[in-house]
């Protein structure tokens, strides 16, 4: 704990030297220069180089900052490299006063060199939303800059009195890139203003790269780690929630002992796992170790989201802690059918829609592509979206896929008329002898049944073709309470399916769900490392699905619960009833 300390402190101190090396690249040395000076004694070359470096080395001490302390290896590679330029500029104008800032960062590079395995993790997942931000933060900085340099240089170029007039033509200079637009009295203004072009230029430049990674390298890498991946998930993928794998929002760990590969994204430091592992059975115990000691060296905890109970004992074996997080609606598709009075609603709603002529056909666009039916999934899609009282939750959700329907399964209904009233998704898993029905859309006017004729439809042609089991996907925290042993966690989870109803419908989920009459309620699990279960994995779990969402969400429900006032309001993410 006293190391997390002194690693804190020394990254801040990081920070702030960073901050003196932006102030040391500022032009208080040329103040007083004239033009004969400048013609007889003035390296325009050490002026420039001066300005340039102490800008550029500032700038990525405290850009990178915050990426040191996440341990990241790339960060420690870069503020080490700046770190040793800024010492190396100290001393080529080395000067007694100087001594105190020579020691202290001398001190941050000796540090950092002789911990270098406290900074072992990979660079993490590039966002366009976090490029964006470097970029804005690195420009916003080099405009304060420009402005207190033209500033404290105003002795030297016409129209300069304020620092508001300052900032005007920093904004001026960085809009036309014409320093002939300028009116100077001496030429130190004019190499001023010409060594900012060039740190514009090379901000501009590195802006670019850095917008590469989200906009250009990450897709591909990612497409090239998914066409990897296929095979496996196709194969090993056991899990329900196996095939989410393949969507665009997932990273991937690759086992490098045995065939394997799990997806999962990053909240704060807690690898959150769709599903399972994804490997032979035999080989299950080896990836694990293999994940766990990935995890050890990054520093991460572990969360499996919605395992089963297929998984339990290698989880428990390795030292997971285990809750239960929900029931599947599970379906043998070899018993199932619409007698008795359990599915006498669904049996109705089907009447209803055979009634109505709904027709339900089968799109297979690996076999001949139709834009017109793709066209209408996507405005039923839309339309659905649109409706929809919350952000629509990510990652442990499927999507359409289209382009890359891989063996997805895609079932719509039409009415008389020829119009696509609805459609759902299956996504298959346990090597195509199961599947879930992934995504389930259907049009706001559709008449009743459309939905519930798609799916029994579904799975009765899919039971003919040899599948075994259907399943409509996970009741979230229902039946929670049977648990024999309940923990902290499990009253947490209690609490919110009987009060945060409103927010998500858990309980309407549940019902739509329960109508159906499932031949089984299979239990879902939440396996997690280390033990116990902590705040911070329940925010992970909720973050991993809302991602950028999630403090909206709670800003807008407390800002509700404030206008109310005790009083009945109804906000855009409160479920209408």
Known sequence: MKLKYFRSIIIAF???????????????????????????????????????????????????????????????????????ISILI???HFSTPKLP??????????????????????????????SFSYIVVA??????????????????????????????QSI????????????????????????????????????????????????????????????IVDQFGLNPMSYLALEDDKLYFFSKSVEGVCAYTLSNDIMVICGDLICKIEDQDAMCRELMAFAKNNYYSIVFLNT??????????????????????????????LKGGRVAKVRAAINHARKADIKIYEYKPNDTRDLE????????SKEWLSQKNMPEMKFMLGSNNLETPLKRRYFYAKNQLGEMLGYVVFNPYENGRSVIAEVTRRKSHAPQGVLETIIYDAFMQMKDEGLLTGNLGLSPLYNISAEEKLKWNDYLFQYVYEHLDQIYGFKALHHAKEKYAPTAWEN????????????????????????????????KLVWDELRTKGGRYVSKYTRKR
């Open 101 to 130: 800032y020579l020691l202290i960062e001398s001190t941050i590079l000796i540090y950092l060199l002789l911990n270098k395995k406290e900074f072992p993790r990979k660079s993490e997942k590039g966002t366009l939303r976090k």
């Open 14 to 84: 990081l920070f702030l030297v960073g901050f003196k090396n932006i102030w040391r690249s500022l032009p208080f040395r040329y103040v007083d220069l004239s033009d004969e000076f400048f013609s007889t004694t003035f390296d325009y070359t050490v002026f420039v180089t001066h300005h340039f470096l102490s800008f550029l080395v500032g700038l990525i001490m405290i850009l990178l900052a915050y990426n040191l302390y996440k341990r990241i290896q790339f960060a420690w590679l870069i503020e080490t490299i700046a770190l040793s």
């Open 172 to 231: 001026r200079l960085f809009m036309f890139m014409d320093t002939s637009l300028f009116d100077f009295k001496t030429q130190i203004g004019e190499f001023y203003l010409k060594s900012i072009l060039m740190i514009y230029w090379c901000s501009i430049f590195i802006s670019l790269i850095i917008l590469m990674k989200p906009l250009v390298y990450k897709p591909i890498l990612h497409q090239h780690l998914k066409k990897k991946a296929i095979p």
């Open 373 to 380: 039916v793709e066209a209408q999934i996507n405005e039923i």
């Open 524 to 555: 879902r699990y939440i396996a997690f490392y280390p033990k116990p279960f902590l705040p911070q994995y329940a925010y992970a779990i909720v973050n991993a699905q809302l991602p950028d969402r999630l403090s909206k969400i709670i800003l």
């Open 139 to 168: 420009l916003i900085i080099l405009l304060i800059n420009t402005s207190l340099g033209l500033f404290i240089l105003r002795g030297h170029i016409q129209g300069i009195k304020t620092i508001f007039d300052a900032m005007s």
């Open 308 to 337: 089963t109970d297929t998984f339990l004992e290698l989880y428990q074996k390795n030292g997971f802690g285990i809750t239960k997080y929900g029931e599947d609606a599970v379906f043998d598709l070899n018993a199932y059918n």
């Open 90 to 92: 100290m001393l080529y």
